[in-house]
């Protein structure tokens, strides 16, 4: 919703059930390649979904960045990841997603910061919504149980 509303940028929002998962299937798909390169090439599942999608691909979590990082290597084009590194320290779900940076604010502003890069949106656009979500003030997190405010 903060994508489209405050920035016209338009996305779709993916649910990942098992990072571990994604990444079995890939690597079963590489190895049978490698094994059988006479056999026509399996695509992994998570490459199909994404096949032309123009990205970039973002991925929060409240696991640590190595979780989402391990399907990187079959994401077809720019893909970050935002997670919860280290131990919480607050007394909220909220601020503890403020600090790690997963919340929706912080989501928004990490695909800002790609399509800046990529320069699809205004340079300046990622010091706006970083301002504009108060993404340095742990006070500000409203992400709570539900998230789903990106």
Do not use: N
Not at 119 to 140: K, M, N, Q
């Amino acid at each position: 919703m903060l994508l489209a509303a405050d920035w016209g940028v338009r996305a779709d929002v993916w649910s990942v059930t098992s990072w571990s998962e994604l990444r079995r299937e890939a690597l079963a798909c590489d190895e049978e390649a490698f094994l059988f390169p006479a056999h026509e090439r399996r695509v992994p599942f998570l490459t199909r979904q994404l096949a032309g999608a123009k990205g970039p691909f973002v991925a929060t979590t409240d696991f640590d960045h190595l979780v989402p990082d391990q399907i990187r290597a079959w994401i077809p084009g720019d893909y970050a990841t935002l997670g919860a590194d280290g131990f919480g320290f607050s007394d909220s779900r909220a601020a503890a997603r403020r600090f790690f940076h997963i919340d929706g604010p912080s989501t928004a502003a990490k695909v800002l910061e790609r399509l800046e890069l990529a320069g699809e949106v205004p340079t300046g656009s990622l010091a706006e919504a970083i301002e504009r979500y108060r993404l340095h003030d742990v006070r500000a997190g409203t992400s709570g149980s539900t998230g789903g405010d990106t």
